[in-house]
């Protein structure tokens, strides 16, 4: 075995690894208890779905920054508390129509893991749901829950950015954290006005 191969295999499994342990926690938390039979079997269904399912190859040129990435995860549970009860809040409400947009929200990072997994925790955190990623251009695109003015829709994109940040600082190169110092780019044309009520970006 050459040793870019040995490198890109630890490198794969250093990405299975957040992935295992974040479905076996998904596991215990559908069926409600911590025990250690519940752990095991979690962890060896998720195994088996990384097994069944590989993951695509995903260069990891940057580095893991332990506190950067404390800082990621107290943030994105923060956000899932948060986020949960503005949702039950405009749910409750009834009698209310919410307005909810279609979003395309430009990337400053370059790094394909650094956009997959803020668009992964994008999608995770209530009231926002990933439609798209496109790597073409470094774009995604998000169904964001009650966005009654055009401030809201600053607001859901600022978030975004924020989330890429924390990513970028937690676990990428100098070079992207050097793009993410940058201020966000700007709109294209055809999508600096946001639709609503679920429509597509004109």
Same mark, same amino acid.
């Given at each position: 075995?050459?040793?870019?191969?040995?490198?890109?295999r630890q490198a794969r499994m250093a990405l299975e690894w957040p992935v295992i342990?974040w479905l076996t926690l998904v596991w215990v938390l559908l069926w409600g208890e911590?025990?250690?039979?519940?752990?095991?079997? %979690?962890?060896?269904?998720?195994?088996?779905?990384?097994?069944?399912?590989?993951?695509?190859?995903?260069?990891?040129? %940057?580095?893991?920054? &332990?506190?950067?990435?404390?800082?990621?995860?107290?943030?994105?549970? @923060?956000?899932?508390? =948060?986020?949960?009860? #503005?949702?039950?809040?405009?749910?409750? @409400?009834? %009698?209310? #129509? &919410?307005?909810?947009?279609? =979003?395309?929200? &430009?990337? @400053?990072?370059?790094?394909?893991?650094?956009?997959?997994?803020?668009?992964?925790?994008?999608?995770?955190?209530?009231?926002? =749901?990933?439609?798209?990623?496109?790597? *073409?251009?470094?774009?995604? #695109?998000?169904?964001?829950?009650?966005? =009654?003015?055009?401030?809201?829709?600053?607001?859901?994109? #600022?978030?975004?950015?924020?989330? *890429?940040?924390?990513?970028?600082? $937690?676990?990428?190169?100098?070079?992207?954290?050097?793009?993410? *110092?940058?201020? &966000?780019?700007?709109?294209?044309?055809?999508?600096? @006005?946001?639709?609503?009520?679920? $429509?597509?970006?004109?």
């Amino acid at each position: 075995m050459s040793p870019d191969t040995s490198r890109r295999r630890q490198a794969r499994m250093a990405l299975e690894w957040p992935v295992i342990s974040w479905l076996t926690l998904v596991w215990v938390l559908l069926w409600g208890e911590f025990s250690v039979g519940n752990i095991l079997a %979690g962890l060896a269904i998720s195994v088996a779905i990384i097994r069944v399912f590989p993951l695509p190859p995903i260069d990891f040129a %940057g580095r893991v920054h &332990p506190w950067r990435l404390a800082v990621l995860i107290y943030a994105f549970f @923060r956000d899932l508390v =948060l986020s949960s009860i #503005q949702v039950a809040g405009v749910v409750l @409400r009834f %009698g209310h #129509q &919410p307005v909810n947009s279609v =979003l395309v929200v &430009p990337m @400053r990072t370059r790094s394909e893991l650094a956009l997959m997994l803020t668009s992964e925790i994008v999608s995770l955190v209530p009231g926002s =749901l990933l439609i798209e990623i496109a790597r *073409e251009d470094w774009t995604i #695109q998000i169904h964001v829950l009650e966005t =009654l003015s055009l401030d809201d829709v600053e607001a859901a994109r #600022q978030r975004v950015w924020a989330e *890429e940040e924390r990513v970028v600082r $937690a676990l990428g190169s100098a070079e992207d954290i050097a793009r993410i *110092e940058q201020p &966000p780019p700007a709109l294209p044309a055809h999508i600096r @006005r946001a639709t609503t009520n679920g $429509a597509e970006p004109t």
